[in-house]
């Protein structure tokens, strides 16, 4: 259990491995390597070392250190060379402590073991706030720096300091108690660090239903239906208690952060445009509904071709169709699932004098939604997928671990987020 | 919905996916559903499609066979299957459910035109109800001796083409007996399908770490320039299985090791090795470099398959802790049979990158263990500056190891000092496990193939010129083989790495067999 005295700052993390003097963690590491070496001789296990990237964790409190360090365990397919756990706090007098450990997890059985090192490092005062430059030494070279942010990305010199020497910044956008505020900080973000790429873990919870909406348009049958496409209808969970609140379990209520990058991703791939009018925009935080009038300015590009029976060969470009269009976020009230939880999506869609609705919906099954097209010709089958409402944090960071490069489509999306809220 | 033809767009949701694309609803009629081949991996295989969804909705079944089952009892009998074969389980009822609303049966023989026409009526009936837009894939899991009599009545009923949506077919190995048969095989397929249409699977083209092998020669800058006879000695490919014939004695009786794995599977892993780097990543880019290697083999004639083939068949012994009978004892096979189970051969591909380069294959039923392997062992360093030090006689050659399975992953060999005051120098691996390592768990072959099917893209099936190649080069062997007497077939114990004559074979080119 971790001890902290805030009088004497005599710090235990038994779970960290051993305390070590920060000029000395290297050699205590190679001692360690050694040791795991012992094993391979004696004909024990067989040491697996593939070395893909540094991953930095930096936590609010110890607390929240240990249990990030427990999820890495979910983590040994991507080869982390190094962890670095970073705890501070401004509060306490200056001081730096390091731990040190080998973690090991069986990959087959427990003959063959993947090993990586994770080194635990307290900066308390005013060396917090040189954390980016203490922790510098502990990276290995050659390989990127990925930084997990376990706080909301607040206006902090110790998160851009960090942020700067980071070849990509991993945050989780479902924790954002205002969203605008959240957004925005992460804006400023990119801005000021065109370097550094961006993930957020609340857009991985989004990708399954990304996933679903464009298998709609796979399909020949309904990709002219696209350019027709003039509501957009998303639900999101909340918890039965009204107002702006964090639940017992620590949720926030209501939480429309997915359903809004869910809303400017749409909003995005079907290139709509706000309207600048009064009342085009219906914006309820408290409650988690905003309504939003647009303007479908293209559809899919559509190049006509004559056929065989008509008069003409040639062709005309044809830009999709154009006119107005609805974005609605709702909140659902539904209890068997988290706050923020998407819940359904409808896309209607009108051309010509053709009607038809895309949706998924997930109904009281937390595990599948049922995804369905009607067509003015009648329903197709529908088909039930099967899509946990909640996704392991584990999961949904091993995901954004495996990316390189900035991610534009987030970031576009994000910035249309910011655009709809502002 | 407009009316006039047009060129589809780029759905804009995609942008940005993993999946680049999923199918369209499509129905897969399988010939032969009652078989071994679709319980064990084709509706696990959908299933599995299914559950990870890029099967669209509408997707559907038609098992097509003899036997007088009903939609139900197909259905029970798939959701048995699943629950026996899939690598998720258990099975997701509400996935099923959804899943198996879209399977259904057909009751025929291969030979009755009513069949295929209520075949026919059926596909046109999932169209409309289930929007399947005319597309349909046709697989062939049927004894080989079935295909022309299946093909020629899809044609006949006009199920090969339609007027909206696409066809495929495909077609399991054993493609042909020889080359005579292949020729003939292709020859009635192409009369009623385009090779574009055509899928011929080989499943091992569907495994990840095969994959891997180009990804892992061309993406990667410093091996290219090493990957040719000035810096390669010699190349092992090894397919080993520990088990037997597994009581389909009357199946392998007509084929034996050479048609079973080194007409297809071997000479497919030696392609992927030996092939120059295809212009673009594309399906007939791709062959057409493969079919390349094929043509430049050098082909085995007469008195060069005596010295460069070894065939033999395994006799009682001990596999995996248990004791299993000889070959010749097995149910099924004749007590005089000369089919292989067990074959080496040393091979040569005259080109410009691989002349003198010597390929090893071996292959092999009841050896000690299951093992695939590609291991590529380098020259010597040109310059002994260890000569007149201890460490004379200690230097190894690199060998670069892709193992497909298990294990799957890479290794390099290469020597290092040993700490000390002395020069010592010991040979270390650097080892990548590639399926541990991507815990992820890794899609089965026939997922992805039968994806890339119903995607459209053949980059992983055979193609005809390809298939003929590969018959080409096996018939010169298959030939010899005839005209010898039977002692030339050897017999090895059972749990042991093949017949002593395979490692003379080696040994007296100056190097043996490794020990996967």
């Given at each position: 259990m971790a001890k902290h005295n805030s009088a004497d700052l005599e710090v235990s993390l038994p779970w960290a491995g051993k305390q070590v003097e920060t000029t000395e963690v290297e050699e205590q590491l190679s001692r360690l390597w050694r040791l795991a070496a012992d094993n391979v001789r004696i004909g024990q296990n067989m040491n697996v070392r593939t070395s893909v990237l540094n991953f930095v964790i930096c936590a609010p409190d110890a607390e929240t250190a240990r249990q990030a360090s427990a999820l890495i365990r979910d983590l040994s397919s991507t080869h982390i060379a190094r962890l670095t756990l970073l705890i501070f706090d401004t509060r306490l007098p200056s001081a730096v402590s390091t731990w040190v450990t080998l973690r090991s997890f069986p990959i087959i059985s427990d003959l063959m073991r993947h090993h990586f090192e994770q080194i635990t490092v307290m900066t308390t005062g005013s060396a917090a706030y040189a954390s980016a430059d203490i922790i510098q030494r502990f990276l290995k070279p050659d390989l990127p720096v990925y930084l997990w942010w376990l706080n909301d990305p607040a206006e902090s010199v110790i998160f851009s300091r960090l942020a700067g020497i980071s070849s990509r910044v991993i945050v989780d956008s479902n924790s954002f108690f205002a969203p605008q505020q959240g957004i925005e900080s992460l804006l400023a973000l990119l801005q000021d660090l065109p370097g550094t790429a961006l993930s957020d873990l609340n857009w991985g919870r989004i990708t399954p239903w990304r996933n679903l909406v464009a298998q709609f348009f796979d399909s020949q049958e309904y990709i002219p239906y696209l350019g027709g496409v003039n509501r957009i209808e998303i639900e999101h969970a909340v918890a039965p208690l009204a107002g702006h609140i964090r639940t017992e379990q620590g949720d926030i209520s209501p939480n429309p952060t997915r359903a809004l990058l869910f809303a400017g991703w749409l909003k995005a791939s079907l290139n709509w445009r706000l309207v600048d009018a009064p009342l085009s925009r219906q914006l309820d935080p408290m409650t988690g509904s905003y309504t939003w009038q647009l303007t479908r300015t293209t559809g899919p590009l559509m190049v006509s071709a004559a056929t065989s029976d008509e008069m003409h060969g040639g062709r005309t470009g044809k830009l999709g169709y154009s006119g107005e269009a609805t974005l609605t976020i709702r909140p659902r009230v539904q209890p068997n699932l988290r706050p923020g939880t998407l819940c359904y999506l409808r896309l209607t869609s009108d051309l010509n004098t053709t009607h038809a609705t895309?949706?998924?919906?997930?109904?009281?099954?937390?595990?599948?939604?049922?995804?369905?097209?009607?067509?003015?010709?009648?329903?197709?089958?529908?088909?039930?997928?099967?899509l946990a409402a909640t996704q392991k944090v584990g999961q949904l960071l091993h995901d954004e671990l495996e990316i390189m490069g900035r991610d534009q489509l987030y970031e576009t999306s994000l910035r249309h987020v910011f655009e709809m809220l502002s | 919905m407009p009316q006039r033809s047009a060129i589809e767009a780029p759905n804009p949701f995609r942008e940005g996916l993993r999946i680049k694309q999923s199918p369209e609803p499509c129905v897969m009629v399988i010939f032969g559903a009652t078989g071994d081949l679709?319980?064990?991996?084709?509706?696990?295989?959908?299933?599995?499609?299914?559950?990870?969804?890029?099967?669209?909705?509408?997707?559907?079944?038609?098992?097509?066979?003899?036997?007088?089952?009903?939609?139900?009892?197909?259905?029970?009998?798939?959701?048995?299957?699943?629950?026996?074969?899939?690598?998720?389980?258990?099975?997701?009822?509400?996935?099923?459910?959804?899943?198996?609303?879209?399977?259904?049966?057909?009751?025929?023989?291969?030979?009755?035109?009513?069949?295929?026409?209520?075949?026919?009526?059926?596909?046109?009936?999932l169209d409309h109800e289930r929007?399947?837009?005319?597309?349909?894939?046709?697989?062939?899991?049927?004894?080989?001796?079935?295909?022309?009599?299946?093909?020629?009545?899809?044609?006949?009923?006009?199920?090969?083409?339609?007027?909206?949506?696409?066809?495929?077919?495909?077609?399991?190995?054993?493609?042909?007996?020889?080359?005579?048969?292949?020729?003939?095989?292709?020859?009635?397929?192409?009369?009623?399908?385009k090779e574009d249409q055509i899928y011929r699977i080989d499943h091992y083209l569907g495994k990840e770490t095969v994959q891997n092998i180009l990804v892992f020669r061309l993406a990667n800058g410093i091996f290219e320039p090493v990957w040719n006879r000035r810096y390669v000695d010699h190349i092992q490919i090894t397919v080993a299985e520990d088990i037997g014939i597994e009581g389909r004695g009357g199946y392998y009786e007509e084929a034996g090791a050479i048609r079973d794995m080194v007409q297809n599977h071997m000479l497919q892993l030696l392609t992927l090795v030996a092939m120059e780097p295809p212009i673009t990543f594309e399906a007939n880019a791709v062959r057409d470099e493969k079919v390349k290697v094929l043509h430049a083999l050098q082909p085995l004639t007469g008195r060069d398959v005596v010295t460069n083939t070894i065939r033999a068949q395994y006799g009682p012994g001990w596999v995996g802790g248990r004791q299993v009978p000889g070959y010749l004892e097995e149910p099924g096979v004749s007590p005089t049979s000369t089919t292989e189970t067990y074959v080496a051969l040393k091979l040569f591909v005259d080109n410009w990158r691989w002349a003198g380069v010597p390929f090893y294959l071996r292959t092999g039923k009841h050896l000690p263990k299951r093992v695939t392997e590609i291991a590529i062992q380098f020259k010597q360093a040109p310059l002994m500056i260890f000569k007149r030090s201890e460490a004379q006689g200690q230097v190894e050659p690199n060998v670069l190891t892709l193992r497909i399975q298990p294990d799957e992953g890479i290794s390099l060999k290469f020597g290092a000092k040993v700490p000390g005051t002395d020069m010592q120098i010991r040979s270390v691996n650097m080892d990548f496990f590639y399926g541990s390592s991507f815990v992820r768990e890794q899609p089965e072959a026939y997922e992805r193939l039968l994806l890339d099917c119903m995607l459209g893209d053949s980059t992983l099936f055979t193609r005809r010129d390809e298939v003929e190649a590969q018959w080409t080069f096996i018939q010169g062997i298959l030939d010899e083989w005839q005209n010898e007497p039977p002692s030339t077939i050897l017999t090895y114990e059972a749990g042991t790495w093949g017949p002593q004559a395979a490692d003379e074979f080696i040994w007296r080119d100056g190097h043996r067999w490794r020990r996967p």
């Open positions: 895309f949706t998924i919906n997930r109904e009281e099954d937390a595990d599948h939604v049922l995804t369905s097209v009607e067509l003015a010709h009648g329903t197709r089958p529908r088909r039930v997928v099967s | 679709t319980h064990r991996k084709l509706l696990p295989a959908l299933y599995n499609l299914a559950l990870e969804h890029p099967l669209p909705a509408g997707f559907s079944v038609v098992g097509f066979a003899r036997r007088p089952y009903d939609d139900e009892i197909f259905r029970q009998q798939a959701l048995d299957a699943i629950n026996a074969y899939s690598r998720q389980k258990p099975v997701n009822p509400q996935v099923w459910e959804s899943f198996a609303s879209g399977i259904h049966y057909l009751q025929s023989n291969f030979y009755d035109p009513e069949g295929y026409e209520k075949l026919n009526n059926l596909l046109n009936m929007g399947t837009g005319g597309n349909r894939i046709f697989y062939l899991s049927t004894p080989p001796s079935q295909y022309p009599e299946i093909i020629q009545r899809l044609g006949a009923a006009g199920l090969n083409r339609n007027r909206k949506g696409w066809t495929r077919l495909i077609i399991e190995k054993p493609f042909g007996h020889d080359l005579a048969s292949a020729r003939e095989l292709n020859r009635q397929v192409g009369k009623v399908f």
